[in-house]
């Protein structure tokens, strides 16, 4: 993938004023306001990846840059502070990926980093010790010395109880590291994971909710997706039989290709929908009883041809729906557009903002409540500055939000790829599905509570389910009440 050039994206995003109540009691319209504009100032940044690294409750971003010193911001109630040199991860090479996790199971994130090949390891993990991350990449055997790293997954793909790590490169075989009392080894041609083709973004979900947890690999240069099954920890490419191999772009150009795909529960059915960020046409794709996937793309909005790098779906608005945010990027001297689409239901619209704003958005984006104020702020990198934008909404609407933090027996945030169910309560009537994330953004992945947004305040019964080895296990709670101000820890053993 093109590395991006000085030149800048116009981002469909509103940073001005907007009336926060539309006709016909629609839901209110967010503004976005830049958070500390001076502090994230510096340009031509590619990742942005978030985790409460220090234990205090709230979400610190680590943004990875293009050649020049990575940073890593502590927030301090909504207040950020930039402390990389002082964690020992200012590293000053081109960072391609990075991915937060608990690899060494003692309760606090690590941090797995790609950087583009140069003198050294591609991979450079660093064990969080409480206040510096020291790096760990020798002692877990995690030293490569070439590869185009692109997306990072801590995921327990056995269910063993520790996090493995699956790396998804553009110009070698994918691989799958099984972790064994912290011990990285490389088993992804022993299970079915060692796809040679130019892969990119990745993402683990259990698709067909047999109780372990797949993975969709989105490839690029005209080749065909991966949709990799887990049949009890050995995997199966079934992209063509599922009807995603494609992604909704053109099959088989070489100038196109899958930069990122994400699962999401679109339409609001209990099934996980497969949305794609492609070079072509962005794909949405409804998930069906019967276990294949309808691409309804063009109904429902998104058949605008470009060269998009990641989707990012959250519910901006609170109206029980999830939006969604898709960045363009630069490449061979173009500027591709970004996007945020408002979903209705059955169709995404774009947010047309009164004053559209240049943002150079063109590589990582989160969604996330980084102020604690219940509304999902927007977090977003490129070859312009970096950006913080809070979310504003009414207080009373940015209340109306579930954040859950999903954890093992251990106390432990093990659980990626974990669902979680939303219902009004006594019903079972569903509200929200959401996952816990396993590869976000660009080539990325947080450690974050899940942020669930909701069109009332009335109380609501919850159920996690996290798919392990072959197996679904759920926990269950009743009459929770909805505040958006907190985070709820709910434990799934």
Not at 86 to 110: E, N, Q, S
Not at 431 to 446: F, K, N, P
Request: proline residues 5%; aromatic residues 8%.
């Amino acid at each position: 993938m093109p590395m991006p050039v000085s030149s800048p994206v116009r981002a469909h995003l509103a940073l001005a004023a907007l009336p926060l109540l539309l006709a016909f009691g629609a839901p209110p319209t967010p503004r976005f306001t830049p958070m500390q504009p001076a502090l994230f100032s510096a340009p031509n940044s590619l990742v942005n990846a978030l985790a409460d690294i220090d234990g205090d409750g709230d979400s610190d971003l680590f943004v990875g840059f293009n050649g020049t010193a990575n940073r890593l911001y502590r927030n301090d109630g909504g207040t950020f502070a930039e402390v990389g040199e002082a964690w020992g991860v200012a590293d000053a090479r081109a960072t391609r990926a990075a991915a937060f996790g608990d690899w060494d199971g003692d309760g606090d994130p690590d941090q797995l980093v790609g950087f583009a090949p140069g003198a050294g390891s591609v991979l450079r993990l660093y064990r969080n010790d409480r206040g510096r991350f020291v790096n760990a990449t020798e002692q877990a055997g995690l030293e490569l010395p070439t590869g185009a790293v692109r997306q990072p997954v801590w995921v327990d793909y056995d269910a063993d109880g520790d996090l493995d790590l699956f790396i998804a490169f553009r110009d070698r075989p994918n691989m799958l590291w099984r972790n064994t009392n912290g011990q990285l080894v490389d088993i992804a041609a022993d299970i079915g994971l060692a796809d040679g083709r130019r892969s990119v973004g990745a993402v683990w979900a259990d698709l067909d909710s047999d109780g372990d947890l797949d993975v969709i690999v989105g490839n690029m240069d005209g080749d065909a997706n991966g949709v990799m099954r887990n049949d009890r920890g050995r995997f199966t490419d079934v992209a063509e039989a599922w009807g995603l191999a494609w992604g909704g772009r053109a099959p088989g150009d070489a100038a196109q290709g899958t930069v990122r795909p994400c699962v999401a529960d679109v339409n609001r059915e209990g099934r996980l929908d497969v949305l794609a960020a492609n070079y072509g046409t962005p794909g949405l794709f409804l998930a069906s009883a019967g276990g294949t996937w309808q691409d309804v793309g063009a109904a429902w909005g998104l058949a605008v041809d470009g060269r998009y790098d990641s989707c990012a779906p959250a519910d901006i608005d609170h109206d029980g729906h999830l939006d969604l945010y898709l960045n363009g990027t630069v490449t061979q001297g173009r500027n591709w557009p970004d996007y945020l689409y408002r979903s209705t239901g059955s169709r995404f619209d774009p947010i047309e903002a009164e004053t559209v704003t240049a943002r150079a958005a063109d590589h990582g984006v989160q969604w996330a409540d980084i102020d604690g104020d219940g509304a999902a702020d927007l977090l977003l990198t490129g070859q312009g500055p970096h950006a913080v934008l809070r979310t504003i909404l009414p207080a009373k609407v940015a209340r109306r939000s579930l954040r859950v933090r999903v954890l093992d027996g251990q106390d432990r945030a093990t659980r990626a790829g974990a669902e979680v169910r939303v219902f009004a309560a006594g019903t079972r009537r569903l509200l929200a599905l959401r996952t816990v994330d396993a590869g976000s953004g660009y080539d990325a992945q947080s450690d974050l509570p899940v942020h669930i947004g909701l069109a009332n305040h009335d109380p609501v019964d919850l159920e996690i389910t996290w798919p392990a080895a072959g197996t679904s296990r759920t926990t269950r709670l009743a009459k929770v009440e909805v505040d958006g101000r907190t985070v709820l820890d709910v434990r799934v053993p």
